[in-house]
């Protein structure tokens, strides 16, 4: 059972009052027809007053936030009136036909009985018969007549222009569950590559792509779905030249394709396959490359002046060498292009885990842009950039746990303490305190001092190791200037009966923002700072001073016929 009907009052909560009201209009003269409840999701055609039927659709799961739709053109914030009336029909009328949804209906029955219900679908609905064979042949098979593309055509322009009888309002909603279908049929298509069918997987992504680009307009790019799943694309041919053994002709033919593919969308999407063009251009016979590859040339790989994507091409080689088990060769070529990180991961991966962990140490105690600790005079790859300019956390807390599952204690810890350093939190601080072991206090005193620096960055984890260390006084100070008010709320909760003093100004800060700025929709949320206000007050020994207080707010918006009962409400608390 789902989770129970929402009241008048909590439909309010989301809607404007003249939104309601004309809701409450539409429910009276019998708008709403057909109401169904499928699971935890409420359906409905309301009638509009242009008499055009509009689709609902209300979900109410357990614990959550509701989340409604509604194929009317209404953009201006809220809920329009038609899912005004649809709820406002399930919570007077009370009378909903239930039905199971899909997948319980089809939970009972056996392998037999679907496949008869599916051959009975296709029956009465003939132009799902190609889609249906698509999807029914596996990723990776083959079968005896080869990939379908028609079939694989039909599933791309059905999925692309899915939304074309929908509203721009409703359309741009879907955009991501369309990518996200298109994204499934270029998955399946690169295991069919990777699972040896290279031959039906290039003509599958060969489909999707030709579609991908001729229709690329169809769908609202206001997010950049779009132009990422066209990215995508060109990552995938990429990996699809360099992982199918091509000859020397069939780079040519497949770079032609690509070559037409990049005139049509560059002006729009910048150099979407300029990578897969300059792989299948190049191949693996490329002379640099060649050189690397034997160990006879220490690099680069590349003849005159090294392109920008050349690091983004070499690291599609040395995956697509790593899966095929050519450890030294990917070695080699991490090596010549100053591919350090990966060039560390490989070494691990061949059980070399000590030189691994010494060339992540010595990376992570390089200055960016300082010459690589490979001696090859490459330049070490930039970091994203985060705290202090450069986020060392993720390659640090690899080399922790490299190195700890392997014994090299004193390497472990130092990476440690620079992961909970540059990202701070109780997990990364924990294995701080297991790697030091007998050394713990010590080394909690010096890595408390380190993070107690940074005190004015309020950052979620920091907070949260303040809390666990009982540094409330410090937890306190380093939200003073937060804009985050769930993190705020927590370090009240956690110091409201220890810091009442320090806790009573904050609460009525937010407090007052809200109720004295009249926003109306986040009243509730001004009374829960204000139940935390009370608990301060009251660990203060200031029950009155509170009472005072909440009688003058009373009096100060006793014109806010919404916000006023609420206050009275605290009364009695």
Known sequence: MGAPMLTETEIREYAAPQVFRRGEEYHRRGAVESLVRRGDTVHAEVQGSDYEPYHVAVTLSPGEEPEATCTCPYEWGGWCKHIVALLLAACRVGEIEERPPVEDLLAPLDRDR????????????PELYDEVAALASPPGSSSPSGADARAVRRRVRAALHGLDGMRASEAYWQVGAVVGEVRGMINEAMSRIRGGDARNGLLELEVITDEAVSNRWELDDSDGEVSDLLHELGRAWTDAVLATGLTPEECGDWGGELDVWEAEIEDDFGPVFEVAREAAAQGWEY??????????????????????????????????????????EAMRLARAEGRTFRLAQLLAAV?????????????LGAEEGAPSPTGDGVLLPRWDMGFEGRNRAPLAAWVRDLAASHGLSAQALRAARLACREAPGVESYSRVGELAGEHWPEVREELLGELLARKEWAHQGLIDVFLHEGLLDDALDAVKRSWDYALIGRVVDAAAEARPERVIPICNAQADSIM?????????????????????????GREEEWRRRLEELIDRHRKKHKLRPMLEALRGG
């Open 114 to 125: 679907l496949a008869a219900l599916l051959a009975q679908l296709v029956r009465r609905r």
């Open 287 to 328: 002379p640099p490359l060649v050189r690397v590859l034997r160990g006879e040339s220490a690099g680069p790989s590349w003849e005159g002046e090294v392109p920008r994507f050349a690091g983004e091409l070499a690291d599609a080689r040395i995956d697509v060498l790593e899966r095929q088990g050519r450890h030294e």
């Open 351 to 363: 059980g070399r885990v000590d030189e691994a962990v010494e060339l992540g140490m010595e990376m």
């Open 516 to 540: 004295d700025g009249g926003r109306s929709s986040h009243y509730d949320a001004a009374v829960h700072w204000l139940e935390r206000a009370r608990r301060a007050y009251r660990a203060a």
